[in-house]
């Protein structure tokens, strides 16, 4: 099995101006799309078929070639962040306000968590919103290509569920804010899909 690009979930110009059609549209067919080869690629080198990367790669992760740790890292999280948009005008339900409020003291103790874990990811890397085994959410950070569900992060910090992700590699943003990723983090927030949040919830 070869893993394909995912069609967006809106159309390229949906997010603006938080997030503008250029840049949604090199960071898909581009980026994401690149991922996607190189990912196919190194696992056809490895004779690697019919894979589920949530199951079988991330949690040994370690113990795979660098072209696929890096290139399933970024498939995967480059996927997961698409599904974490929505055009404006979503709030967060009941529910999951409840949960913001019991983690964070409140929606604003949760923007200003966010607003720090990712402005503070020095380089290239991820913020994301996760949800602990004990049931209580933090935000936590990821270089590169990793995500909370390889082996290398849940050995350190345990094993999590995520529910929302912010891309802060430069590619992300640069178009539209050059070096001022605070206001990028600022827009992201306005366009998070707090419904598929919800969902990931359970
Ligand atoms: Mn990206």
């Given at each position: 099995?070869?893993?394909?690009?995912?069609?967006?979930?809106?159309?390229?110009d949906?997010l603006?101006?938080?997030?503008?059609?250029?840049?949604?549209?090199i960071?898909?067919?581009?980026?994401?799309a690149?991922?996607?080869?190189?990912?196919?690629?190194?696992?056809?080198?490895e004779?690697?078929?019919?894979?589920n990367?949530?199951?079988?790669?991330?949690?040994?992760?370690?113990?795979?070639?660098?072209a696929?740790?890096?290139?399933?890292?970024q498939?995967?999280n480059?996927s997961?962040?698409?599904?974490?948009?929505?055009?404006?005008?979503?709030?967060p339900?009941?529910?999951?306000?409840n949960?913001?409020?019991?983690?964070?003291?409140?929606?604003?103790?949760?923007v200003?968590?966010?607003?720090?874990?990712?402005?503070?990811v020095?380089?290239?890397?991820?913020?994301?919103?996760?949800?602990?085994q004990?049931?209580?959410?933090?935000?936590v950070?990821?270089l590169?290509?990793?995500?909370?569900l390889m082996?290398?992060?849940?050995k350190?910090?345990?094993v999590?569920?995520p529910?929302?992700?912010?891309d802060?590699?430069?590619h992300?943003?640069?178009?539209?804010?050059?070096?001022?990723?605070p206001?990028?983090?600022?827009?992201?927030?306005k366009?998070?899909?707090?419904e598929?949040?919800?969902?990931?919830?359970?």
């Amino acid at each position: 099995m070869t893993f394909t690009l995912p069609d967006l979930p809106f159309e390229t110009d949906a997010l603006e101006p938080f997030m503008d059609k250029e840049t949604v549209e090199i960071h898909h067919t581009k980026h994401h799309a690149g991922y996607t080869t190189k990912l196919n690629a190194a696992l056809e080198a490895e004779g690697i078929n019919d894979v589920n990367l949530e199951t079988e790669i991330f949690p040994q992760i370690m113990q795979m070639p660098r072209a696929i740790q890096t290139n399933a890292g970024q498939f995967w999280n480059h996927s997961f962040f698409w599904e974490s948009l929505a055009p404006t005008g979503q709030e967060p339900s009941e529910s999951v306000m409840n949960k913001l409020t019991e983690s964070f003291g409140g929606y604003d103790g949760f923007v200003s968590e966010f607003t720090e874990k990712a402005g503070g990811v020095f380089g290239s890397g991820w913020a994301w919103l996760c949800k602990k085994q004990d049931g209580s959410l933090c935000v936590v950070q990821t270089l590169n290509h990793l995500n909370p569900l390889m082996d290398s992060f849940t050995k350190e910090h345990g094993v999590m569920t995520p529910l929302l992700v912010i891309d802060v590699w430069e590619h992300a943003y640069y178009l539209k804010y050059q070096n001022r990723r605070p206001e990028f983090i600022a827009a992201f927030l306005k366009i998070v899909n707090w419904e598929k949040v919800e969902q990931r919830l359970g």
